[in-house]
């Protein structure tokens, strides 16, 4: 039989838009995760250069069996003018990076960063809610996993980035989203502390340093980094020989893929608005 | 793990557009094909609708990743505008059905509809050169049948449309690609030919006509019958039943397959014209 089980005509499909694109991930993870569940579809990489972006996405959304949309870099933030609606999420964090068609022709945008992180730690059987968090790092996933986490309800969370304009947004909007949680913006640390997490890019790739300051951490203190590459950062490298239990990116990035998917096969999210 | 492993960010993408898109073969077997050469490569359904052709092509030919596209009903004809060179085939029948990437950033289109007839008796061994055919019909698939025998240089070539500007054209089209030759505008006849080739939608679905009015076929004749559907149609049994060999559409389709394929993956096809 000179076919493949993987596509036809009838294929639903999805596309990640990213320029460069070959280092992307969710083509194979979006595509087994769809087709674990059954979901006849396939989400291809789709590399537009830089200058071609807002021109070919009037386009890109007419395609009447393409029904979402991954934006990497340089897109994310320039998605934002294609959504009719935003989620929950979207709206807070101020940026998205995928997109669904709704039943009625409307494209819903939503940011998965958080939402990711989050479903690391309910995999792993971590609890939020009632914790004392420390998230060090408020840029674009910074962001979304501080507005995931507060929408789980710690008890306190601490937040730092170097920028003080985006520390006293992400403190106006954790006040907003959980009026019970003490937010307090303060430098790195461990004490005091359940989950620490690092959501800035120091310990990247080559860059062996830490995001804080300490030579130890306490070991009921639970380690997040959302770093891909290396997956043992020094932080994690540090926690583990700390004996505290950690997350990696790889696990937020897994958790992404799953809610992704719930939203493009979902009719409707609970996080929609109208 | 959570992948697969027909799909990265790496992988090259191809596309057929058309309005509807569910009945379409091509992605699985070309894809199917691509893959057993080893190519890291998917062709996906692209549904356009009829409206939205003309103004989302300029942006799906930017797309960095795409190489080539294949176009079906009813975008064969309007495809023509986009391409900026044309293989012989497409020239000589004034249209495509498929375009690629050349890597000097042009597209050229070429038809293959007449190459799949062509390679489908090539893979069964039947020669066309020297022989004399018989051709019903000259619409899209008949004429772009004509011009791809024609080049195989029969000794005779009958040829019958109810249209006679298509007669016409096609006369000199074989004149030109194959001087010598011999051809002439006759009703549909089974004497005196080798090969009968039936290129007319009589016989198609449900319609159980022939499209020539013979009791009976010389054994020796080989019948072919462009048609998919039904896979074994009046005419094609009837061959059948007088002991003919036969060649039927799937063989065809399967041919243009393989030539599609080779005209995506080759830097330049023999066909490429200035």
New interface residues.
Partial sequence: M??????????R?YA?VG?P?????????V???L?RRGVDA????????SD?FE??M???M?????DGLIFTIPFKARAMAFAQRLGEQARRVGGFNAMARRPDGTWIGEMFDGLGCVEAFKRRGYPIGGRRLMLIGLGGAGAAICVAMASEKPSHMGIFDLDPARCERMKAAIAEISPDTAVEVVMPRVEGVDILLNATPVGMLNDTRMPIDVGRIPPEVIVFDAIVKPERTSLLKLAEACGCRTVGGREMM?GQ?ARIVNFFIEQKVSSDTA
Same sequence: chains 1, 2.
């Fill in positions: 000179s076919q493949v089980s993987f596509i036809d005509g009838k294929t499909v990640i320029d694109i070959e280092q992307v991930r969710s083509p194979e993870m595509t087994w995760e087709q396939v989400l291809f990489p789709l590399h537009l250069g071609d021109g070919a009037p386009s890109l007419k395609i009447r069996n393409l897994l893929i």
